[in-house]
C-alpha cells in the first residue's frame, strides 16, 4: 500500500495514470486506460492516489462503489503552498500552478457554480484543468514536492496537505451518503411553529400575526423582516438602535421587542429551512449538501448551498436514523484551549488539559480561586482578545500561571497588528489582511463587540456578511486579535481533519458510514449492534489526532458521544 499513482480523466471515461517515484516524478511508462473506474479498481494496492481535484475525480468512482483510502489533491495542495507564500487569492488550479512555473499569463479559476440540490455532480466543472496535458500536471506536482520541502516545517505542511485531501475525500462520501431525514417529522415542526401557509405559498400565520403585534407596538405598519424599517420605527419612537441583531435588540426596554425576536427567530426557519427548503435538498431520505473543505481562511469548512453547518436545534429532530440503524453524535470537549495548550507547549497548561473532566475547573483550581466562570472567561479572552476591564485582570492572572500560553497568542497578535504573516500548527497561513467578514467567522469581538459565530449575527436576515477570501483592509488592531485566534481555530481544525480521517479508517469495512461533520461534531449513522463499537472508535480517534498532530503531549482531547435514534436528542 506504499505506491503513489498520478491519475487523469480523459474524454469518453478513460484515464491515463503513472506510477510516482520518491520525488513524485513518473516511475514507468505513462499507461493509457479504456475506463477510469476499472483501472483504479484494478489496482488496490496504490497507497495514494494523486490527482487534480478530488471534487472532479472522486464522486464517479464512488458511485460505481470505489472506495478510495487516500489521496493528494493537486488543487487544494497548490491553495495551501499559495497561502504559505503569502499569495493565498491568486488562482490555485493546476493549470493556472503551471502557467506560474513557466512565467506565463495565469488564467483564473473558473466561477463556482451554484450547489443543485439533490445532485451528485461536483463541485466544479470537468473544464477546470481544461488546456493542461497529463505531462503538465505531473510537473505541477514534482514542484510541488519541491515547494513543500523548502516550508518551514516540511513534515508539518506535508501533513496538513495530506489531511486537507483526507477532508476532500470524506466531503465527497458525506454527499454521497447523506444525512438521514424525516421529511414529515420536518413537514410536522414547521406545522406546529408556524402554522398554515395562507394561499398555500404565502407567509404562515405565525409570521403573520406577528407582524401585526410589532406594528401594533409601534402604531404604524412595520414589515419586521427589513432591518431598515425596523430601525426607522426605533429612531421614530424614540428608542434608536444600532442593528436589529439580537443582542443589540435584547438592551431596548419596548413592546415591539418580544414580538420581534420571535419574528426575527421564526422567520430564519422559514426561509433558511422552511418547506421550500425541505423540497429542494431532501431526496429519498437524505439530506446531501455539499461540504467544501477549507471553504474558509481558518480551514473550516463550509457549505455550498443547504445550511448544513447551521441547522436549528428545532430542526434536528427530523435528522432520525433508519430503522434498526443509530447516530453516534460525537463532539470534542472545549477543543480550543486544549490545542493552545498543545501548540504552546507551556507546562502548567498542558497538565491542566491533559485529563479528559472539565478543563476549566481544573483552571480555576490552580489560577482562580475556584471561580470556573473567570478561569473560563480569562482563557477564552486569551483566544479572542477580550483583553479589556475584568477581562485585562483575569488575562494578567492567567499570564501568571501559564505564560507561555498567553505570549504565544500575544506573539500572534503582534504578529497580525505588524503586518505579518501567521501560520497555524501544521503550517497553514493567515492572509495578509483581514476585513469584517473573516473576523465574524472566527468569532473574534469588533468594537463594538459583536456575537461569535453560529449566533443570531449569522441568522440576521440582510443583516450579516458571509465570508469572502480577500484582503480588505483593517485596522491593525482588528488584524491582532484575528490572527490571536486564528493560530488556536486553525489548529483546532486541523485536528479535526485529522479525527475525521482516523475515524474513517477505524470505520473502513464496516456498514457504518459519516453523514455530518460540523466544526468539531460529527456523527456516524451506524447498524444498532455497531453503535458501542463506534463510539469508541470516535473516542480513540480524537487520541490519535492529538498524537499525529502535536506529538507526544499529556493534552487529552475528549469527545463527548450519545447513542441515539434522533439528533436533537443528543444534548
Known sequence: MNERWALDATEGGGALLVELDGDGRPAGPVRAEADLVAAVRARPEVGRWVWRSTPEAYPELLAAGVRVERCYDIEAAEQLLLGHEGRLGEPRSPAAAHARLHGLPVPPDPPQRAAEPGAQSSLFEPSAGAGLPFDGLLEVYADQQRRLAATEHPGRMRLLVAAESAGMLIAAELRRAGLPWRADVHRAVLDELLGERYGGRGEPRRLAELADEVSAAFGHRVRPELPAEVLRAFARAGTPVKSTRKWELAKVDHPAVEPLLAHKKLYRLWTAHGWGWLQDWVR????????????????????????????????????????????????????????????????????????????????????????????????????????????????????????????????????????????????????????????????????????????????????????????????????????????????????????????????????????????????????????????????????????????????????????????????
Not at 471553504?295 to 428545532?314: D, E, F, K, S, Y
Not at 501567521?422 to 497553514?428: A, C, I, K, P, S
Not at 481555530?489 to 464496516?510: F, I, K, N, V
Open 284 to 571: 429519498d431520505g437524505r439530506f446531501r449538501p455539499e461540504y467544501l473543505p477549507g471553504g474558509t481562511v481558518t480551514g473550516r469548512w463550509t457549505t455550498n448551498g443547504g445550511g448544513a453547518l447551521q441547522i436549528p436545534r428545532v430542526v434536528r429532530r427530523a435528522v432520525v436514523a433508519d430503522p434498526g440503524w443509530r447516530l453516534v453524535v460525537a463532539d470534542a470537549d472545549q477543543l480550543e484551549p486544549r490545542v493552545l495548550a498543545a501548540i504552546s507547549r507551556d507546562p502548567g497548561l498542558m497538565e491542566v488539559a491533559g485529563h479528559p473532566d472539565d478543563l476549566y475547573t481544573r483552571l480555576s483550581d490552580r489560577a482562580f480561586s475556584g471561580d470556573r466562570e473567570h478561569a473560563k472567561l480569562a482563557l477564552l479572552g486569551a483566544i479572542y482578545g477580550q483583553t479589556s476591564g475584568d477581562g485585562l485582570r483575569n488575562l494578567a492572572a492567567l499570564r501568571r500561571r501559564f505564560p507561555r500560553a498567553v505570549a504565544y497568542v500575544d506573539d500572534a497578535a503582534r504578529a497580525g497588528e505588524e503586518g505579518r504573516l501567521v501560520r497555524t500548527w501544521l503550517g497553514r497561513t493567515s492572509p495578509r489582511a483581514v476585513g469584517a467578514a473573516e473576523a465574524e467567522e472566527a468569532g473574534i469581538p469588533q468594537d463594538p463587540p459583536a456575537p461569535a459565530a453560529g449566533t443570531d449575527a449569522d441568522q440576521d436576515p440582510g443583516g450579516g456578511a458571509g465570508f469572502t477570501p480577500g484582503y480588505a483592509s483593517a485596522d491593525s488592531r482588528a488584524r491582532g486579535r484575528f490572527t490571536r485566534n486564528f493560530v488556536v481555530q486553525g489548529s483546532a481544525a486541523e485536528w479535526a481533519l485529522l479525527m475525521m480521517a482516523a475515524l474513517r479508517q477505524a470505520t473502513a469495512g464496516t456498514r457504518a458510514e459519516l453523514v455530518f461533520f460540523q466544526h468539531d461534531e460529527v456523527i456516524v449513522h451506524c447498524p444498532a449492534e455497531e453503535a458501542e463499537a463506534v463510539a469508541e472508535a470516535v473516542r480513540a480517534a480524537g487520541e490519535t489526532a492529538g498524537r499525529i498532530a502535536f506529538g507526544e503531549t499529556p493534552v487529552r482531547f475528549p469527545l463527548t458521544t450519545a447513542v441515539v435514534e434522533c439528533y436533537a436528542d443528543a444534548k
